[in-house]
């Protein structure tokens, strides 16, 4: 219980139709910390869901936090 | 028979350039419609080096050569068409080229891009840009090969669907390898936001320029050209062609896969795309958008622009209950995706596709048309639109479809919505304009400014209405190292930057973008490709032979923002109209951008915070004297 209390999930996607990536992640950092904490490297921009909302990506993650990573790729 | 060729011209390039050594050509052409008369300016490095081409060439041409708020539908209106210094060279994404004029959408500045092969077959033609003044009195189309330049009867051509007047081209000057600008029936028929097709698939889109075209009775540009654009300094590019080379698959892996519909869905779901005219946070059945879903049952090949080895573009080939697809018509981006599907509350991708397809075939603005059909799907919801046989309804494909039929031809409802959202809704009232999402009456692109509120800035200031390309995405400045970061820190900018909001770390960044943003569209140059300012320097430097540094690059871009400005002074608009409409402002209840957006009073104090960085007063007028 108290293990779960700290982690959050960041699920990272892919190009569309490739694997995406969960990933649990401890609280009290920066997305991209948190990526960094655990080696993994992001291909291209992304924008944050976290809990279904659009933020930054030095959103501070807490504890049970959900966190979806979109690519996002030129418009035009 | 009619005599086919009407008048005829000769010129040529200056010897370095048929040597193979120069990237510019030093002729720009200049042809009066009205009078069949035809000359060259001769241009020399002092002109490539302070405009480059494309948007800068435009802008100095129409300060320069028309009056001060003339009609942009009138003959004295110039059509410019502008590859750039870098257009044609061995860069790969520099198959690109600008078309411009005042807008008959705006009244403001029309400068937009079109990538594919047109703009590099023109400098191999001899020609560095094409001013074109005056109107012609019966149809008419330029024949450009070699240095030759023939202005030919085209009254056999006037009506026809862009393809089929290509076609008929590519036969009767008997090569099929032509490349063509051209109009469709609503160019032709003045719609306020036609598009200047090329090869049929590649539009510059935004502003209307399809319409100044018709205006002066021009259907086609033909091209076709034999000679090298070479470069002044070949080894000074050497480093960016191998970077290039060597990462281009992993740097533009998403460029490859899915070209840009593959954003169509990730856009959707982090607030990005607007939906239901603005109204809603999502779309039911976005996954039927969505590029694996969609790629199998509608992308038959890929296609590319010159020299490019990306091959981003998709080609769609559908044949199935609803509707026939043709290919030859290329296929949906991701704009055109937002436009037509989530703004007009469509899920059906075959609506869509079908629905570019018309719109590359009359020759219209794929954003315009999008977002002028869903404020009239809000107009005839609300009950505002009285005594037509036919309005459009959100989320039905097959009213789309006929809308889209009915702007070409300016048929019932389709007449008011050939003029614009803007218009139409000056027509109708207050309740509608209400409903608007405007900038200087351009419809915004499917960047929402509620999630990018850079964007929303730009779509604000921007000297041709609202446009996502000269601007700064903010999700790009909130990222670690993409090209914009990388591009902001080198400028001494603390980036990433805040997702949300307008700092003034941001207004700063947004300063520097539109002017790289400025030069990219004036060098003209693939803006997909993550270029930064050691590989712009040297490209620039091996096309012009003159060593460019960071700073020229930003005394460049800013030239052509203060141009593009005193442009946009003189033709009447005034810091009032450096604003967005109604819409931009409406919050959403629910969904990943609940409650987010700019005030008016942000959104202001943000553009007078651009005003203070460029050095201009409060009213937005640079000073008088600086070049
Ligand atoms: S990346 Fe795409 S748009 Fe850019 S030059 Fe290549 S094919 Fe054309």
């Known amino acids: ?76 | 028979m009619m005599e086919k060729v009407l008048q005829t011209f000769e010129s040529f390039p200056v010897q370095k350039f048929l040597d193979g050594k120069s990237a510019w050509t030093g002729q720009v052409l200049k042809v009066d419609l009205s009078s069949g008369e035809m000359r060259v300016d001769r241009q020399g490095e002092d002109f490539y080096r302070r405009y480059l081409g494309g948007r800068g060439v435009i802008l100095y041409y129409l300060l320069n050569e028309t009056p001060p708020g003339v009609d942009a539908l009138a003959a004295e209106n110039l059509l410019i068409f502008a590859p750039g210094l870098l257009t044609g060279t061995v860069l790969p994404g520099s198959g690109r080229h600008a078309v411009g004029g005042k807008s008959p959408l705006t009244g403001a500045l029309a400068s937009g891009e079109a990538g594919g092969f047109w703009g590099a077959e023109l400098k191999r033609a001899g020609y560095d840009a094409i001013v074109i003044s005056g109107k012609a009195q019966t149809p008419v189309y330029l024949w450009i090969r070699d240095g030759k330049v023939e202005i030919r009867d085209a009254s056999h051509l006037w009506g026809k669907l862009t393809a089929d007047a290509q076609d008929i081209i590519r036969a009767e000057l008997g090569d099929k390898n032509i490349r063509t600008a051209l109009i469709g029936p609503a160019g032709e028929n003045l719609v306020r936001f036609a598009s200047v097709m090329h090869d049929v698939n590649r539009a510059a889109g935004r502003s209307g320029l399809g319409a100044v075209m018709g205006s002066k009775n021009l259907k086609a540009v033909a091209v076709r050209g034999s000679m090298n654009v070479g470069l002044a300094n070949k080894e000074v590019l050497d480093e960016t062609l191998k970077w290039i080379l060597s990462g281009y698959k992993t740097m533009m892996g998403w460029a490859i896969k899915y070209g840009t519909p593959g954003s169509v869905r990730y856009n959707h779901d982090s607030g990005g795309t607007a939906i239901n005219n603005y109204r809603d946070s999502a779309l039911e059945g976005i996954e039927q958008l969505e590029a694996k879903s969609y790629f199998p049952k509608f992308v038959t090949a890929r296609d590319t622009c010159y020299r490019c080895p990306v091959r981003c573009k998709t080609v769609v080939n559908y044949r199935g209950e609803g509707a026939n697809i043709e290919g030859k018509y290329g296929g949906p981006e991701y704009e055109t995706f937002g436009a037509l599907g989530p703004l007009c509350r469509i899920n059906d991708p075959v609506a869509v596709a079908k629905a570019n397809e018309l719109c590359a075939a009359y020759g219209l603005d794929t954003i315009s048309s999008g977002g002028t059909v869903a404020f009239t799907m809000e107009c005839a919801e609300k009950g505002l639109l009285h005594g037509f046989d036919f309005v459009p309804e959100f989320g039905n494909g097959a009213s789309l479809i006929e809308s889209i039929t009915r702007i070409a031809r300016r048929e019932g409802i389709g007449d008011w919505m050939a003029e614009g959202s803007a218009r139409m809704a000056q027509k109708i009232g207050k309740n509608a304009i209400e409903m608007l999402a405007v900038a200087k009456g351009q419809e915004l692109p499917l960047h929402d400014p509620r999630m990018k509120n850079a964007t929303a800035l730009g779509y604000a200031l921007s000297p041709t209405g609202a446009d996502h390309m000269h601007n700064l995405l903010d999700n790009f400045a909130n990222f670690p190292d993409s090209d914009v970061t990388n591009r902001l820190k080198e400028m001494g900018i603390d980036a990433p930057l805040p997702l949300f909001g307008l700092s003034d770390e941001k207004i700063k960044a947004y300063m520097y973008e539109v002017a790289v943003k400025h030069v990219f569209d004036s060098a003209v140059i693939c803006q997909f490709y993550p270029y930064e300012y050691r590989h712009l320097c040297a490209a620039l430097s091996a096309a012009g032979g003159w060593e460019v540094s960071i700073q020229e690059v930003h005394q460049i871009g800013r030239r052509i923002a203060i141009m593009a400005r005193q442009y946009l002074l003189r033709e009447g608009f005034t810091v009032q109209d450096d604003t967005l409409s109604a819409r931009a402002f409406y919050r959403l209840k629910d969904g990943p951008i609940a409650g987010r957006g700019l005030t008016i009073q942000e959104l202001k104090q943000g553009v007078q915070r651009y005003f203070e960085l460029m050095g201009w007063d409060d009213r937005g007028v640079p000073p008088p004297n600086i070049s």
């Open chain 1, 1 to 76: 219980m108290k293990e779960k209390q700290i982690k959050a999930i960041i699920q990272v996607e892919r190009l569309p139709g490739e694997p995406r990536q969960s990933i649990e992640v401890v609280a009290g950092v920066t997305i991209l910390e948190a990526l960094a904490s655990v080696g993994v490297s992001l291909q291209q921009p992304v924008v944050a869901l976290v809990n279904g909302k659009t933020s930054d990506m030095n959103y501070v993650v807490r504890p049970g936090d959900y966190v979806v990573l979109l690519p996002q790729i030129a418009g035009g």
